[in-house]
Nanobody, 118 residues
Framework: QVQLVESGGGLVQPGGSLRLSCEAS????????MGWFRQAPGKQREMVAT???????NYADSVKGRFTISRDNAKNTVYLQMSSLKSEDTAVYYC????????????WGQGTQVTVSS
């Protein structure tokens, strides 16, 4: 049973940076796909970034060039480095994982709030 715990959220000014962390209860080596989603009030949950075990990444158009997803299998942790933050980035950010690309996102963290405001 995989458990994911996010951390690193908080309040940041526009243009600032935050790094979110997602630590898994066990090895993430078997989780071929991991990612970050976010959900703002009144909006649907949307994909932010994903990464495979081989390091292939995918980003939402809205965050390309500003966000970087990475994973450290030795630490069983996935990161989301967020830079040049905008108010539109305000949302609850969720870590997610699945064993294979063809699966649904079956593992989710509890979420961490990111608020971008002056």
């Amino acid at each position: 049973q995989v458990q994911l715990v996010e951390s690193g959220g908080g309040l940041v000014q526009p243009g600032g940076s935050l790094r979110l962390s997602c630590e898994a209860s066990g090895s993430i080596a078997s989780l071929n796909n991991m990612g970050w989603f976010r959900q703002a009030p009144g909006k649907q949950r949307e994909m932010v970034a994903t990464i495979t075990s081989g390091g292939t990444t995918n980003y939402a158009d809205s965050v390309k060039g500003r966000f970087t997803i990475s994973r450290d299998n030795a630490k069983n942790t996935v990161y989301l480095q967020m830079s040049s933050l905008k108010s539109e980035d305000t949302a609850v950010y969720y870590c997610t994982a699945k064993k294979y690309a063809g699966y649904n996102w079956g593992y989710w963290g509890q979420g961490t709030q990111v608020t971008v405001s002056s």
